[in-house]
């Protein structure tokens, strides 16, 4: 009984000694191995370790990224405006045994250093920069700055600052009204700079367009005048040939087109004398160019007068009424005042 109870303390013991000498190193862990506080090695490959019990210690620490929040702090930028910025960063640990001798094992103390670090860097980029670039494309730029400078001071600790961001970046309330008015002044300023240049342009585009106008007008008016001119000149040509070829039917047609414009409208009144040259053709017919070839025309039959009745002596005091034939008339012969003037004489051809 006694030698099994001696088995059971041994085999306790061995297991005890063998538990507190091999550990499991994850994926996930890098382990330094400390003696009586001072490091001895870095296991950084997953798997299962050994160490000498009761002597040797170890400290795990996490390979993965890690998330740093920098708390929320007001920056004075290049163009002296205010800026609350908050930002995070990650990192990871590259050396543990840095890490351990610079912070110790205390996550808490990274994250102190890492804020001190972090407000240096933003304060001295974006003191350099306007607010315009940190709202605008330019802020990856200056998120690259800042995590490079970070990256820089914050490798003396053993770690690896892998990102920078600026989360937020919110003027103070009592500068916001201020900023805007003054941005949207500043964008009225450009807007009115393009507009003039947009109007400029305009202008010059418009003073081409008119003067390539003018150009084909003159053009157009210059090729006018000439057809007008040849016009004119076949007019006065066919109109030359014309007068040449029978003068005096000319000279009619160009009466009749005289009648024609002054008695187109039918108020028009005219004093002339009888004897105008206007009237020309109302007292004889036009001339007509001798034809040999057409025959000569028959003058129509001469109708014979009614015989002359014997003449009533007029009685006195009785006045014939007008348009009453004279005593002695033939019944339905007209008076001599009522008879229509005889047509003049037909012009011989020459």
């Not at 201020?178 to 450009?190: C, F, K, N, P, T």
């Not at 109302?282 to 040999?292: D, H, K, L, Y």
């Amino acid at each position: 009984m006694t030698r099994s109870l001696g088995l059971l303390v041994a085999l306790a013991v061995i297991v005890l000694v063998a538990a507190s000498s091999l550990f499991t190193v994850n994926q996930t862990q890098q382990v330094l191995v400390t003696q009586f506080g001072q490091p001895i090695r870095v296991i950084q490959e997953p798997g299962l370790a050994a160490k000498v019990p009761f002597i040797q210690s170890v400290t795990t620490f996490d390979r993965r990224l890690l998330d740093f929040e920098a708390p929320g702090e007001e920056v004075i930028l290049g163009d002296q405006r205010r800026l609350i910025v908050d930002s995070f960063a990650r990192f990871r640990i590259t050396n543990p045994l840095q890490y351990y001798q610079t912070v110790g094992a205390n996550e808490a103390g990274i994250r102190a250093r890492l804020s001190s670090i972090m407000s240096s860097a933003l304060r001295r980029v974006l003191g350099g920069e306007t607010l315009i670039a940190v709202l605008s494309t330019d802020r990856l730029r200056i998120m690259n700055e800042i995590q490079r400078q970070v990256n820089e001071e914050a490798q003396r600790f053993g770690i690896e600052v892998v990102d920078v961001r600026i989360r937020r970046a919110d003027l103070p309330e009592e500068n916001t009204q201020a900023i805007l008015s003054r941005m949207q002044s500043e964008r009225e300023r450009v807007a009115r700079e393009q507009r003039a240049e947009g109007a400029e342009v305009a202008a010059r585009v418009r003073a081409s367009a008119d003067r390539e106008r003018t150009v084909i007008l003159a053009e157009g008016q210059a090729q006018a005048d000439v057809l007008r001119g040849q016009g004119e000149q076949d007019a006065i040509r066919i109109f030359a040939s014309a007068f040449s070829k029978d003068p005096a039917f000319f000279q009619f047609w160009r009466t009749m087109q005289a009648y024609r414009t002054a008695f187109s409208e039918g108020e028009t009144r005219m004093v002339l004398t009888p004897d105008s040259a206007l009237f020309r053709y109302f007292r004889e017919a036009p001339a007509v160019r001798s034809n040999p070839a057409a025959a000569p025309v028959p003058s129509p039959p001469r109708v014979p007068e009614p015989p002359l009745e014997p003449r009533a002596p007029p009685v006195p005091g009785v006045i014939p009424p007008l348009g009453a034939p004279p005593s002695g008339a033939a019944p339905g012969t007209p008076s001599p005042a009522a008879q229509p003037p005889a047509p003049a004489p037909a012009a011989t051809p020459q």
